[in-house]
C-alpha cells in the first residue's frame, strides 16, 4: 500500500511499530528539505528503521522523480512529510496522492486543536483546504487502529 502521512516527528516509533506493518513498507522515503542535507539527523533517524526496511532523505523538488514513487515499488512505500506545505509542494510538482493520513502537527500558539494529536494554525488549514481541491481525502489518525472522527472542510 502507498501510504502518505504528515507528522512533525517525521520516524519515530509510532512509525515504525504501527505504520510500517500497516502499509507494508519496504520503503520510507521522507520529504524534507532540511533533512536531505544533514546527514547525521539522517543516521540518527535511520537507527529506528528496521534492516529489511529501505529509507532516503529527499527535497522536495527531488521527491516527485524518485523510482520508488511509481510502479511496483510505489505500493511498498510510505512517504513521510513534516508539514502541510511541503505535502501542498510536492503535489503542485506532480506528486499523485489520494490520501493524507495527518498524524502529528503539534500545538502552538494560534492554533486550533482538532484532535490530540492535530492542531492546525491558519497556513496549515489553508493547505489542507487546497488538497481537499485537488481531490486529497484527509484521514485524521494518529495510528493505524485509531477511530476516524476528525472532520475537516
Not at 22 to 30: D, N, P
Not at 57 to 73: C, H, K, N, T, Y
Not at 94 to 104: A, K, Q, T
Request: glycine residues 8%; proline residues 3%; hydrophobic residues 45%.
Amino acid at each position: 500500500m502507498f501510504w502518505v502521512r504528515v507528522d512533525n516527528r517525521l520516524i519515530h516509533g509510532q512509525v515504525v511499530e504501527a505504520w510500517v506493518p500497516f502499509v507494508g513498507a519496504r520503503y520510507i522515503l521522507v520529504g524534507n528539505d532540511d533533512l536531505a542535507g544533514d546527514d547525521l539527523q539522517q543516521e540518527i533517524m535511520s537507527l529506528a528503521i528496521p534492516r529489511a526496511v529501505e529509507s532516503a532523505f529527499l527535497p522536495i523538488d527531488e521527491l516527485v522523480a524518485d523510482a520508488r514513487l511509481a510502479g511496483a515499488s510505489r505500493e511498498a512505500t510510505l512517504l513521510l512529510f513534516s508539514s502541510c506545505l511541503d505535502v501542498r509542494r510536492a503535489v503542485d510538482k506532480g506528486l499523485r496522492l489520494n490520501v493524507l493520513n495527518v498524524g502529528n502537527l503539534h500545538y502552538g500558539q494560534g492554533k486550533r486543536q482538532l484532535s490530540p494529536s492535530v492542531s492546525l494554525g491558519a497556513e496549515d488549514e489553508s493547505c489542507l483546504r487546497y488538497l481537499l481541491t485537488k481531490g486529497v481525502e484527509l484521514d485524521f489518525r494518529c495510528v493505524p487502529n485509531d477511530t476516524v472522527s476528525v472532520r475537516f472542510s
